[in-house]
């Protein structure tokens, strides 16, 4: 059976048609549904307000139609059925759409097709969207149940595998070689296989497990590096320091970056982010420090250092690895690639220090 | 007249059910289009791909539909009229939902609607969504043209006046009241009028034209502050530092807070907020300096000191202002809205300094 579900418009104002133009598209003619009337009389009641004539279009109900009832607001939903088919209408603002959703959509769907859908996902860095494509194009192309579909944020690849089934075991059944081959494909690159980590949430567990503390110096980044870590519960026995060294004299001061070497390489280099990864552990005392440095943009760009140049340096126990970007787009989007690499290279460090596996020479940064 | 547009749901896969099902409750049959499907098998051949048999599956069209071409994939959209009113399919890829909805759909809408619909953005902070929805009760509810609406951001409230006219003139003459009453009822809260300048864009402008430097001094945003003022393009300008400052040692480090006010207040105390914002001018030879410390939670809560508990420090050229916050919601949440807090309580103190303006007593935070 096939359904069309819509949100929102279905409020008294005059730009709210979605029930009217619904009813149009039908050829269904719209009825007044007493127990809605009754329902927003007593709202106004209660609130000592007299209702404007656009209140009761709110009241209105498509003929043949199920008025869901809205415990949350004054716009009830509708579901509208046509043979084996079904048009539901739902109002707009989450806080009635959801337990409108949850109470009484999700039951009529279920009842309408029994079986459950089950999806897996897997979260990937450090590989970029089309490498990761080309790497299971076969499997994209001849998906069935389970399906496969990649999903690409910013410095990230996540993959969602989605299997339908009679029962949940079936549906796990199903999902499990998938899971494995993709595994086995991608390998290190996946930093979690659970719908609600973040890679923040990864880096921090891996420096918590090893009994880690990390310091973040961060130049173009501004705070976004350990703003997303201190997101993460439990981020306080991990971070030492985060400090925000956008001006030269603030390298120098927090971090000893060398005075000889802003001015021969300039802030944006191999040399200075280097320095900076050095200087964070030393001056702070912690194991790892994560480190950036680069052109944000839209201004500071020239022909040698573009906007978008980023160094970002990580210090593992005094094991320096320095690595250059080249990111793409505003002010913004070249922040949130760059905040997105450091935490990605942060990981690969200190997964290569502990382990000595080597990531894949194949590495694609995107 | 009346249009629904529903945009995604027309790719090649079995769950591509948008056109099936919109075709289906319209009583329209599915027929071959021709064009689309010479274009599928160029896409194909040039890419040395064989299509699978569900790619042809894009080339099927509701019959008596307007196709709308795609050019920058191989699902196209369509027109489905009825009278006056029409159902208009759209792919769900931004990248090929967007060009397709400018070249056109909107040019089909405008030709069906002459006209122009223009809005006028007001911003404020430093009060709570009620509170301002109480304080323009009456012009929403006598709303017509222009209509306005007030939208929640974190910490923020936006209101839109919308204004439908025959040329842009003229909407502009029905926005320019509203617009004026708006201002002179809530006054020195609204930080701009521009659709596209943000909270943070309008504290780096005021610090840049007074000539203030300012360092920012974070314990519970975690970076967040610092983050966010750093995306304005010339922040460089005005931010000295940003320093995260999560742990005690940190704190009498960076910002000489003193250990006895840390031991017998806590580092989550209204002292300890204030000897934030003092050492964070002092150390750093600023003009300016927010400090922020507080429970984000989920953990580290007590009856005493709930999580959400926030103190904020201000500290313009040597006056410190320190205000108490308690906010909802979880980590990150909590977190969104000290950072917005910060910035608002920024902003007045700055312009309390320079004008001498005191914000109103009835002063609400959310």
Redesign the interface.
């Given at each position: 059976s096939?359904?069309?579900i819509?949100s929102g418009g279905l409020g008294p104002?005059k730009?709210d048609?979605?029930k009217?133009?619904?009813a149009?598209?039908?050829g269904k003619k719209l009825k007044l549904h007493e127990p809605s009337k009754k329902k927003i009389q007593d709202f106004f009641e209660k609130r000592n307000i007299t209702p404007?004539e656009n209140n009761w279009k709110q009241a209105m109900a498509p003929e043949g139609a199920i008025v869901v009832e809205n415990e949350n607001g004054t716009a009830p939903g509708f579901i509208i059925e046509?043979?084996e088919?079904a048009?539901i209408l739902l109002p707009g603002p989450p806080n009635e759409l959801l337990p409108m959703f949850e109470k009484s959509i999700k039951p009529y769907l279920k009842e309408k097709e029994p079986g459950i859908i089950l999806s897996q996902t897997i979260k990937i860095c450090g590989l970029g969207e089309s490498y990761v494509e080309t790497m299971i194009q076969d499997m994209i192309?001849k998906?069935e149940n389970p399906?496969i579909a990649p999903y690409a944020k910013t410095g990230e690849v996540h993959l969602r595998a989605t299997a339908r089934a009679k029962s949940e075991k079936e549906a796990k059944k199903l999902l499990k070689p998938m899971t494995k081959e993709l595994k086995s494909r991608i390998g290190g690159y996946i930093y979690t296989t659970e719908e609600n980590v973040t890679l923040e949430m990864a880096v921090i567990d891996l420096l918590k497990n090893n009994r880690l503390t990390l310091t973040?110096a961060?130049s173009c980044?501004?705070?976004?590096?350990?703003?997303r870590?201190?997101?993460v519960?439990?981020?306080?026995d991990v971070?030492?320091?985060?400090?925000?060294?956008?001006?030269n004299k603030?390298k120098r001061k927090?971090l000893g970056v060398k005075k000889g070497t802003l001015a021969k390489k300039g802030a944006v280099s191999e040399e200075t982010a280097k320095e900076m990864a050095k200087g964070g552990v030393f001056f702070t005392k912690s194991d790892v420090c994560i480190a950036t440095t680069g052109i944000?943009?839209?201004?500071g760009g020239s022909e040698e250092k573009p906007v978008g140049l980023v160094y970002i340096g990580c210090n593992v126990c005094g094991k320096i690895t320095v690595k250059k970007y080249q990111f793409g787009g505003g002010?913004?989007k070249i922040?949130q690639s760059a905040t997105a690499a450091a935490l990605t290279l942060l990981r690969q460090c200190v997964l290569e220090h502990y382990s000595k596996v080597t990531f894949g020479k194949e590495k694609k940064e995107k």
């Open positions: 096939d359904i069309v819509l104002t730009d048609l979605t009217e133009t619904a149009a598209l039908l404007t046509e043979g088919k048009l192309e998906q399906t973040i961060e980044t501004g705070g976004m590096i350990v703003s870590l201190i997101n519960q439990g981020a306080s971070v030492r320091e985060g400090l925000v060294t956008y001006s603030a927090y944000a943009g839209p201004g002010r913004e922040r």
